[in-house]
């Protein structure tokens, strides 16, 4: 199976800030790359897919990119409603799989 | 809009059997495929399996291959997850989710509210 592995588990952040998240694949996946974003008691919900397309609907300021093994998720300027928790998933091949997630926190 | 429901969820002790149910509307359920993932309590989220569009292939991961198996009922617009030999460490929220295309898939795109399974004695 195809671990993935998110850098950092948590960071704090301010609003406005730019926010990072990246994600390394056990090995290549092109471009099956997906970004969800959880709140607390909530269904995941989809921001990116195929590592750089942007789910309608989603505001611009969430933007994606990578291929291979090495994936970053950008937010490039933060706002009050994007305190949550971000996880990556590759969908290359089954089983799919998640990274562990990344909590972006108030500073 | 698309919405997914599922049932099902409750208590049940080590061993036993449950099963969910996911019922789907709001989108043409027999064109996509579907899949279950789980939420254990405080933990990350795990991808369990996926059904085709027309039920006839299916993949898991490795921790429920054997125990689970997923389902459709095109003409009920309705998903399962059958669980058999449950353990402990099966306690999590369940959601049933939407690809996001009919085509190749790449995405899950829409997800229910989720369902709770507590396996315990």
């Known amino acids: 199976d195809i671990q993935m592995t998110q850098s950092p588990s948590s960071v704090s952040a301010s609003v406005g800030d730019r926010v990072t998240i990246t994600c390394r694949a056990s090995q290549g996946i092109s471009n099956w790359l997906v970004w969800y974003q959880q709140k607390p008691g909530k269904a995941p919900k989809l921001l990116i897919y195929a590592a750089s397309s942007l789910q309608s609907g989603v505001p611009s300021r969430f933007s994606g990119s990578g291929s291979g093994t090495d994936f970053t998720l950008t937010i490039s300027s933060l706002q009050p409603e994007d305190f949550a928790t971000y996880y990556c998933?590759?969908?290359?091949?089954?089983?799919?799989?998640f990274g562990q997630g990344t909590k972006v926190e108030i500073k | 809009q698309v919405q997914l429901v599922e049932s099902g969820g409750g208590v049940v002790q080590p061993g036993r059997s449950l099963r969910l149910s996911c019922a789907a509307s709001?989108?043409?359920?027999?064109?996509?495929?579907m899949h279950w993932v789980r939420q254990a309590p405080g933990k990350g989220l795990e991808w369990l399996a996926v059904?085709?569009?027309?039920?006839?292939?299916?993949y898991y991961t490795d921790s429920v291959k054997g125990r689970f198996t997923i389902s459709r009922d095109n003409s009920k617009n309705t998903l399962y997850l059958q669980m058999d030999s449950l353990r402990t460490e099966d306690t999590a929220v369940y959601y049933c989710?939407?690809?996001?295309?009919?085509?190749?898939?790449?995405?899950?795109?829409?997800w229910g509210q989720g369902t709770l399974v507590t396996v315990s004695s």
């Open positions: 059904v085709s569009y027309n039920g006839k292939v299916q």
């Open positions: 998933q590759q969908t290359n091949n089954f089983p799919w799989t």
């Open positions: 989710a939407k690809e996001r295309t009919t085509q190749r898939s790449n995405a899950i795109d829409s």
């Open positions: 709001g989108f043409t359920f027999s064109s996509y495929g």
